[in-house]
């Protein structure tokens, strides 16, 4: 029973060549009164280095530092700054390798650096009863990992386990605590297997992690839990994860493509949900930061019995709360109604992974607390044509949408029925994209058929890129606007469709007394290159035949259109007898320049036929360089044509202004403030 203390040592190995598999350092107890071992009681390891030492075993017994099976509370302390650097073990746990009946570990102020094992890279520790395993005061592990590519390597004294989790640690005990508090996890991996940092399977016990620091864990298919993977049997042991964060945390692909559920955290629950108390699970003041998973659960994955009963119990009990990284320290309010975070905290049912082991297909898990929403789609929703998919709940700043037109053709009402209350719907690109076409804006998009798109950080006050909605390889309208449908284009690049496309870029129109809308401001538009040195174009870029359009601040240039097409056509037909569509027309600080009409027609920026009660005002500096038509009879208005049935015997109109681009100027700059009204006799 004797008690060893080391201080203020360096170690390195034992001899390289030597056949031996003992690790450097073994505690042990024996049975065997002929061939007795030493047992030691307490052993105190302080301000030691342990460095460069490999062991090849020819079992699972690990530990190429530590290893050994220690007595009913026997007590190893390894503590005040020593470290652990470069250990590798073929067999359970890098460099330390413990188990017994209550085995005492105490490590404070430690480092486990490019440690290695099959399970658990730093430490394995198993018990048949009781366990008591303390890590804190800034204790760090960094560069541990995984090694081997067997998925069911591992195991303990309790059960056997199907694979070889735990990057850092790999822990398996029945009764006991389990606290890390106060340190620091960095770039663990471990590969093929659950938990890139810590692994924990428990029965009754309470693990607790305090105050901990997960930095680039990571964990590759079919493992789960990039920094944290958890087994909790039962209700009667406790789960405590306070006050820690978690960052590029990540389960990534691997060998399988099953599971890799859980970027930070996986935790796979063995009991109902209606068991859930404070006492026994509670994830607070957690800090998550690009986490992904490579499966579901971007920050956390929960497999349990009924995956909404238990969201339902978590929000009810308030069992997790999440710091918002946009406005510390606060929390997010709306973590529970929110579909923003629909990917990021997911969970699946036991009875459908039964049926689908490892299933890393969405369709079959479901968000924590979907039954919560207030809404089925994220607002904002982001668009990446890049990296991200056109998938249910998609729209989030971590599962970006891939299409515009996806994300508009949604039904944002949630599971329980209630129609969201959002006016307005913002959609904000983060790429250029060339994927979408024909996306309809009509009185019920998004509830309320009011849709905002814009570039990313539009709102910044730095300089900021306009993303490009490139159409040249589609013939259909890229936008159709019409009913009350209401559409905002703010900061984006457009070209041109198909150049022999005969339909407009953008078109609003009404068949009815309903007023569609189109604004946009600080907005480019120029046509294909590749087109533009060959193709006029057979199509407008904005059509409008009964409705309100509002430009603003935006530059149009470098177009070449054929016959009676423009940059912008507007028509007032009649939509019943005597009753034409009215449009309203309102442009500001805007540039039309290098604008080219060939063959017959006017205008080539804008061609527009006013009925009663339009209006069409061009004001505030809008600027109009090297517009023209072609030098033929029946082409006027180099710049604007605009045509009045000023014949109409029920109307005259007053303060008319019909301005036409002198044929004979080919270039030229010009200051207009024109507006075009109609009034009915009487008025």
Same mark, same amino acid.
């Given at each position: *029973? #004797?008690?060893?203390?080391?201080?203020?040592?360096?170690?390195?190995?034992?001899?390289?060549?030597?056949?031996?598999?003992n690790?450097?350092?073994?505690?042990?107890?024996?049975?065997?009164?002929?061939?007795?071992?030493?047992?030691? %009681?307490?052993?105190?390891?302080?301000? +030691?280095?342990?460095?460069?030492?490999?062991?090849? *075993?020819?079992?699972?017994?690990g530990?190429?530092?530590?290893?050994? $099976?220690?007595?009913?509370?026997?007590?190893?302390?390894?503590?005040?700054?020593?470290?652990?650097?470069?250990i590798?073990?073929?067999?359970? #746990?890098?460099?330390?390798?413990?188990?017994?009946?209550?085995?005492?570990?105490?490590?404070n102020?430690?480092?486990?650096?490019?440690?290695?094992?099959?399970?658990?890279?730093?430490?394995?520790?198993?018990?048949?009863?009781?366990?008591?395993?303390?890590?804190?005061?800034?204790?760090?592990?960094?560069?541990?990992?995984?090694?081997?590519?067997?998925?069911?390597?591992?195991?303990?004294?309790?059960?056997?386990?199907?694979?070889?989790?735990?990057?850092?640690? $790999?822990?398996?005990?029945?009764?006991?605590?389990?606290?890390?508090?106060?340190?620091?996890?960095?770039?663990?991996?471990?590969?093929?297997?659950?938990?890139?940092?810590?692994?924990?399977?428990?029965?009754?016990?309470?693990?607790?992690?305090?105050?901990?620091?997960?930095i680039?864990?990571?964990?590759?298919?079919?493992? =789960?839990?990039?920094?944290?993977?958890?087994?909790?049997?039962?209700?009667?042991?406790?789960?405590?994860?306070?006050?820690?964060?978690?960052?590029n945390? %990540?389960?990534?692909?691997?060998?399988s493509?099953?599971?890799?559920? #859980?970027?930070? @955290?996986?935790?796979?629950?063995?009991? !109902?949900?209606?068991?859930l108390?404070?006492?026994?699970?509670?994830?607070?003041?957690?800090?998550?930061?690009?986490?992904?998973? &490579?499966?579901?659960?971007?920050?956390?994955?929960?497999?349990?019995?009924?995956?909404?009963?238990?969201?339902?119990?978590i929000?009810?009990?308030?069992?997790?709360?999440?710091?918002?990284?946009?406005?510390?320290?606060?929390?997010?309010?709306?973590?529970? *109604?929110?579909?923003?975070?629909?990917?990021?905290?997911?969970?699946?049912?036991?009875?459908?992974?039964?049926?689908?082991?490892?299933?890393?297909?969405?369709?079959? $898990?479901?968000?924590?607390?979907?039954?919560?929403?207030?809404?089925?789609?994220?607002?904002?929703?982001?668009?990446?044509?890049?990296?991200?998919?056109? @998938?249910?709940?998609?729209?989030?700043?971590?599962?970006?949408?891939?299409?515009?037109?996806?994300?508009?053709?949604?039904?944002?009402?949630?599971?329980?029925?209630? @129609?969201?209350?959002?006016?307005?719907?913002?959609?904000?690109?983060?790429?250029?994209?060339?994927?979408?076409?024909?996306?309809?804006?009509? +009185?019920?998009?998004?509830?309320?058929?009011?849709?905002?798109?814009?570039?990313?950080?539009?709102?910044?006050?730095?300089?900021?890129?306009?993303? +490009?909605?490139?159409?040249?390889?589609?013939?259909?309208?890229?936008?159709?606007?019409?009913?009350?449908?209401?559409?905002?284009?703010?900061?984006?690049?457009?070209?041109?469709?198909?150049?022999?496309?005969?339909?407009?870029?953008? =078109?609003?129109?009404?068949?009815?007394?309903?007023?569609?809308?189109?604004q946009?401001?600080?907005?480019?538009?120029?046509?294909?290159?590749?087109?533009?040195?060959?193709? &006029?174009?057979? $199509?407008?870029?904005?059509?409008?035949?009964?409705?309100?359009?509002?430009?603003?601040?935006?530059?149009?240039?470098s177009?070449?259109?054929?016959?009676?097409?423009?940059?912008?056509?507007?028509? +007032?037909?009649s939509?019943?007898?005597?009753?034409?569509?009215?449009? !309203?027309?309102?442009?500001?600080?805007?540039?039309?320049?290098?604008?080219?009409?060939?063959g017959?027609?006017?205008?080539?920026?804008?061609?527009? !036929?006013?009925?009663?009660?339009?209006?069409?005002?061009?004001?505030? &500096?809008?600027?109009?360089?090297?517009?023209?038509?072609?030098?033929?009879?029946?082409?006027?208005?180099?710049?604007i044509?605009?045509?009045?049935?000023?014949?109409?015997?029920?109307?005259?109109?007053?303060?008319?202004?019909?301005?036409?681009?002198?044929?004979?100027?080919?270039?030229?700059?010009? =200051?207009?403030?024109?507006?075009?009204?109609?009034?009915?006799?009487?008025?």
């Amino acid at each position: *029973t #004797g008690r060893l203390k080391l201080f203020g040592l360096h170690f390195d190995n034992l001899n390289p060549y030597s056949t031996v598999t003992n690790p450097l350092i073994q505690i042990s107890e024996s049975y065997d009164r002929q061939n007795p071992q030493v047992t030691i %009681k307490d052993f105190d390891i302080v301000n +030691s280095e342990f460095k460069n030492i490999h062991q090849d *075993t020819n079992n699972q017994q690990g530990g190429a530092v530590i290893s050994g $099976h220690q007595d009913s509370g026997a007590l190893l302390r390894i503590r005040d700054q020593c470290k652990f650097n470069n250990i590798t073990s073929t067999g359970q #746990g890098g460099a330390i390798y413990c188990t017994g009946r209550y085995p005492i570990i105490e490590i404070n102020r430690v480092s486990f650096i490019q440690c290695k094992g099959i399970s658990g890279g730093a430490i394995f520790a198993s018990s048949q009863d009781i366990l008591s395993l303390t890590i804190d005061n800034q204790s760090e592990f960094k560069q541990c990992e995984i090694i081997g590519d067997n998925e069911n390597q591992g195991g303990g004294a309790i059960y056997f386990i199907l694979s070889n989790p735990g990057g850092a640690i $790999h822990s398996i005990f029945n009764y006991g605590e389990f606290l890390i508090e106060s340190s620091q996890f960095e770039s663990c991996n471990s590969a093929n297997s659950d938990g890139g940092s810590v692994f924990a399977q428990i029965y009754y016990n309470s693990l607790s992690i305090n105050k901990v620091t997960f930095i680039g864990s990571s964990c590759s298919q079919p493992g =789960s839990g990039g920094a944290i993977a958890i087994v909790q049997q039962n209700s009667y042991n406790r789960i405590s994860i306070t006050e820690s964060s978690f960052t590029n945390c %990540k389960t990534l692909p691997g060998s399988s493509s099953q599971y890799g559920w #859980g970027g930070a @955290i996986d935790i796979e629950m063995g009991f !109902e949900a209606s068991f859930l108390t404070l006492e026994n699970f509670q994830l607070t003041d957690l800090s998550f930061t690009n986490c992904k998973a &490579s499966g579901a659960g971007n920050n956390l994955h929960i497999l349990s019995m009924d995956t909404y009963s238990t969201g339902q119990v978590i929000k009810n009990e308030n069992l997790l709360t999440v710091k918002d990284q946009s406005n510390p320290p606060n929390i997010i309010y709306d973590l529970f *109604t929110s579909p923003q975070y629909a990917y990021d905290y997911m969970g699946i049912n036991e009875s459908i992974e039964k049926d689908n082991p490892g299933t890393i297909d969405l369709d079959h $898990h479901n968000p924590l607390f979907e039954q919560l929403f207030i809404s089925n789609v994220p607002n904002p929703s982001y668009i990446d044509a890049i990296n991200g998919k056109d @998938i249910k709940f998609c729209g989030g700043q971590y599962q970006m949408c891939k299409t515009i037109k996806y994300s508009t053709e949604r039904n944002p009402t949630p599971l329980s029925g209630i @129609i969201p209350t959002d006016s307005t719907y913002s959609i904000i690109l983060t790429s250029n994209t060339a994927l979408d076409t024909n996306i309809q804006i009509i +009185s019920t998009t998004l509830v309320n058929g009011h849709i905002v798109i814009q570039s990313d950080e539009y709102d910044s006050i730095e300089d900021y890129t306009k993303q +490009s909605i490139i159409t040249s390889s589609f013939s259909s309208s890229l936008f159709t606007i019409s009913g009350t449908g209401h559409l905002e284009l703010l900061r984006l690049h457009f070209d041109n469709l198909n150049p022999t496309s005969n339909n407009p870029l953008i =078109s609003i129109s009404t068949d009815s007394d309903d007023v569609p809308q189109l604004q946009i401001k600080d907005c480019e538009f120029k046509q294909n290159p590749d087109s533009y040195s060959t193709f &006029s174009l057979s $199509h407008s870029i904005i059509s409008i035949n009964g409705g309100i359009i509002k430009i603003e601040k935006a530059k149009i240039e470098s177009y070449k259109l054929i016959n009676e097409n423009s940059i912008i056509t507007i028509k +007032s037909q009649s939509f019943s007898y005597g009753r034409y569509r009215k449009n !309203e027309i309102k442009i500001y600080q805007s540039t039309f320049s290098n604008i080219q009409k060939l063959g017959d027609g006017n205008g080539a920026a804008i061609n527009a !036929e006013l009925q009663q009660d339009s209006i069409l005002k061009v004001t505030d &500096s809008c600027t109009f360089y090297n517009c023209s038509t072609e030098l033929i009879d029946n082409c006027a208005g180099g710049a604007i044509s605009t045509v009045l049935d000023i014949m109409k015997r029920d109307y005259v109109f007053e303060d008319v202004c019909i301005y036409r681009l002198i044929q004979s100027v080919p270039s030229g700059v010009y =200051s207009l403030d024109w507006i075009w009204k109609s009034f009915p006799i009487g008025v």
